[in-house]
């Protein structure tokens, strides 16, 4: 006759091997600085016999005896010196870790890493730095330049914490807080006949020669759509990308140009003014903020200081 034969247990689990734990290195460490169990008892805030206890249990694990009795004191023996040394090499490490983690709460410590078009770290973004720093003591902040798609594509691949740019698109994965509305304004060779008016409307242009934006540029669109309306005729000899290296042309003397305010006011000098216009140019900054990127201190206040330099102007 055969029977089932009855389900077995599992087998339980090894016990685990006691380990060796941070605690015993501490209490290793403490007696080591105080010279005695007495000491270090006071610098880890517990009793004498919590650490001889913890010290015998290390020397239990170890296998070998750290100290010496002789007269009632402990006296370290080669092995523990050897440990010693390595226990206060990985301590300076820990210290460290520490002195850095204390470090990050400390504004100069805070890194904020910007993105932004050209033209704005050169307009822009020194003014608010000066500012933020000013208000919130040093920060460290650093700063990359690009384009168009690509500056849109680096924010939405969270890359950076701030982007800055002129466009009102929003990439994927990022918000956009727009920054105050401005008109772009005309700059001029300081010794320009047209550097005596106060205002410029769309038929002062006519027959000037005319240092302009490339013609993909989106303001350079807008201006032409106002000259077209006013019938107005320029001379179109040179054009670029660069705002900044409009104004460059501009006070060599090379022609006149609308370029926006930001732009306009760091690039003004003895030899190229700035006035407004009796038409309006739209012109804006958008901050784009990262969605799914850790936040970093500092944001807001770079935020409020780009607020600021912009109503400056």
Known sequence: MTGRSPDRLPAAPAPLEP???????????????AGGVTGAARLLFTSQPTVSRELARLEQLLGYALFERIQGRLRATARALSLWDEVQ?????????????????????TQISVLCMPALSHALLPGALARLHAQHGPMAVSVATQDGPLLHEWMAAQRFDLGLTEEADVPPGTRSVALPALDEVAVLPATHALAKKSMLTASDFADQAFVSLARDD???????AVFARARVQ??????????????AMVAQGLGV???NPLTARACASERLVVRPLAFSIPFQVHALLPLHRPAVS????????????INRV
């Open 298 to 309: 500092g944001v807001d206040g770079l935020l409020e200081a780009l607020r600021a330099e």
């Open 257 to 259: 140009a609308i370029v």
């Open 218 to 224: 989106p303001y350079r669109q807008q201006m032409d």
């Open 234 to 247: 320029r001379q179109l000899l040179l054009e670029t990308h660069s705002a900044v290296a409009v104004c």
């Open 19 to 33: 380990r060796i734990s941070h605690r015993h290195i501490e209490v290793f460490r403490a007696v080591m600085l």
């Open 89 to 109: 090499r990985s301590w300076q490490g820990l210290d460290q870790v520490v002195d850095h983690a204390l470090a990050l709460a400390k504004p100069s410590q």
